[in-house]
């Protein structure tokens, strides 16, 4: 998967991620259907898109393939995943990656527009506590033009339903035990053979001391993140699409 004659096989290790999420999320695919096409219908087919916390820029490879006219800016921290993203992405003059910290009070300065028309994420804002999730979206709602829209496909959990929240929990594992059980990578196997490639050992090195082993966000209720983006200065927020565990929340400035 590393090599291609003298260069990493970089599109090898975009699938093998995706291939790596879509175990924990097989309805993957689906969340990022209905994204775009809310992207399509609330702003069109050309969009100015910030890709946040863009990881090995998932979304940017579904929205480029979906509206060659559209251009998209991807930001993140993680050196190996934005190793692999620009690697993918090389010589496409549509994408630009910027390294920055998210929880940096001064981040957005670092991106090369001060609007877009849509900002879109998906499995990443898991990694941020409430309150440095609330601060982040309100420098979104500066960010976002007028119309435009601010889209979160994440993990969910209702404090209200522990019963249920149990009982998914326990049928969406036992799901990915069989799949795992016929040969699909889990998170830290995937890790590991990124870990001992020659060309993303030291970017792997790298992120593990930047995050630690994985997330310990609050991961709060869908109806939190509408209201909290609501508080942010959006217009109006709601859920577009839901699975037993995850949501997609969007915005509209």
């Not at 087919?45 to 579904?62: E, Y």
């Not at 910027?98 to 001064?106: H, I, N, R």
């Not at 249920?164 to 590991?192: C, P, V």
Request: proline fraction near 6%; glycine fraction near 6%; hydrophobic fraction near 45%.
């Amino acid at each position: 998967m590393t090599e291609t004659g003298t260069s990493t096989d970089w599109r090898s290790w975009q699938e093998s991620w995706d291939r790596q999420q879509e175990w924990y999320m097989p309805d993957r695919e689906e969340r990022f259907r209905v994204m775009l096409d809310m992207v399509e219908a609330v702003v069109g087919p050309a969009p100015r898109v910030l890709d946040l916390a863009c990881g090995t820029g998932s979304i940017t490879d579904r929205l480029l393939q979906r509206f060659p006219d559209a251009t998209s800016t991807g930001v993140d921290l993680d050196p190996a995943l934005l190793a692999i993203a620009r690697g993918t992405f090389e010589g496409d003059d549509r994408v630009t990656f910027v390294t920055a910290d998210l929880k940096d009070p001064e981040w957005t300065a670092r991106l090369p527009h001060t609007s877009y028309d849509a900002v879109l994420t998906a499995t990443a804002l898991h990694w941020l506590h409430s309150e440095p999730l609330a601060a982040l979206y309100g420098q979104l709602g500066k960010l976002v033009r007028d119309g435009g829209v601010f889209m979160n496909a994440d993990r969910t959990i209702d404090p209200d339903t522990p019963r249920i929240n149990a009982a998914e929990r326990a049928h969406r594992h036992a799901g990915m035990d069989r799949a795992k059980a016929a040969g699909a990578l889990d998170w830290a196997d995937w890790w590991a053979l990124a870990a001992a490639d020659p060309v993303l050992a030291g970017p792997t090195a790298e992120r593990f001391a930047i995050y630690g082993e994985h997330a310990d966000g609050d991961m709060p209720s869908a109806a939190w993140h509408a209201r909290t983006l609501l508080a942010s200065g959006f217009a109006e927020a709601r859920t577009v699409w839901a699975s037993p565990s995850d949501s997609l929340v969007l915005a509209v400035k």
